[in-house]
């Protein structure tokens, strides 16, 4: 398969005919268990925690499109990023990009530092930072580019060649730009990681995460997390995924072109104090977003003042609905400090720029010309 473009990929890895009934559509098995040959002797699948026709299909697509060995899919974003942590072993240190996802910091405070794993977190834009904080049990860089909600880019390429003398790998949250506008195994990364929840599968209507490994040794690793810890996706879960993954590449042409239209609009509107979109060339990352990212994508946040403001503004929009999540077909907006970044204290929040006046926009694949004249009436309102 992976003589064919991403395109081709999108539509036919994992998803060729059902070899039993021509089905053109991954057949969806729902039946937790298999009949055996006879004493250990399977037909290729035992028990559906192990493994799942329909989920292995899921598994074929994403590694071929993110360009891995392998991939494992989970019940969520969390669960993919749990069992990654979770693989590491006592004693371990683990270093984190300073600026993540609130859920991905819950995880790592609440309970990952619970197990003994030792957690730091490091502004990997910063290389002299990231060169001083390795040390002979750092196993994992984690890095999520673009962050979730102010669009920091970490320079990938940069940080894989830095860390990988030591023998650390590099693990990369691609779920703000999807497969289809960011390639971090190309740029040296070890271990990619997404919530299918967002642009994969990009209805809104399923969560969902996922695991593409590069070594054997991964491979075996995330495959036993599945199969130790369970929290392995749903067969049905796993067709919405593989039907999401079919219009990948045509969504992600309209949420760029979309995206961009909208922070060109915000970025001259007086309401709008300031705009976090890499896409910008007025964007401090612009020439590293170029360089390392196939397209812009179509998250972005605003900073308009106050908490009051952006109450304002939610209160106003008609086309953008308000509410957490991202990356689906329709327009979201939604208040980070009290919904993706409420787990963090305010001081935290703060150190990493997270105010109450900003308000993250996830741009849907709509007339933009529509979104655009929603924004200008809610802003007006502002
Ligand atoms: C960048 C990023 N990573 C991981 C997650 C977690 O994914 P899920 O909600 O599917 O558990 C999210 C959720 O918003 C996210 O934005």
New binding site residues.
Partial sequence: MSEYKYSTLAVHAGQHPDPLTGAVNVPVYLSSTFELNGIGADKGWDYSRAGNPTRDRLELALAALEGGKTAHVFG???AA?SALFGSLKAGDHLICSHNV?G??ARLLDLVIKNYGIEVEYVDLANLDALAAAIKPSTKLVHV?SPT?PLMQLTDIAAVCALVHKSGVEVSV?N??LSPALQSPIALGADIVMH?T?KFLNGHSDG???VLVATTEEQAARFHLMQKASGGILSPFECFLVLRGIKTLPLRMKQHEENGRAVAEYLSTHPKVQKIFYPGLKSHPQHELAVRQQKGFGSMMALELGSREAVGRFLAAVKLFLNAE??GGVESLASHSATT?HAALSDERRLEIGITQGLVRLSVGIEDKEDLIADLKQALAQV
């Fill in positions: 969520s974003g969390m990023i996802y859920g991905t999520e979730n949250d779920t703000f919530s929840t969560l969902g995460g999540s991202l993706t």
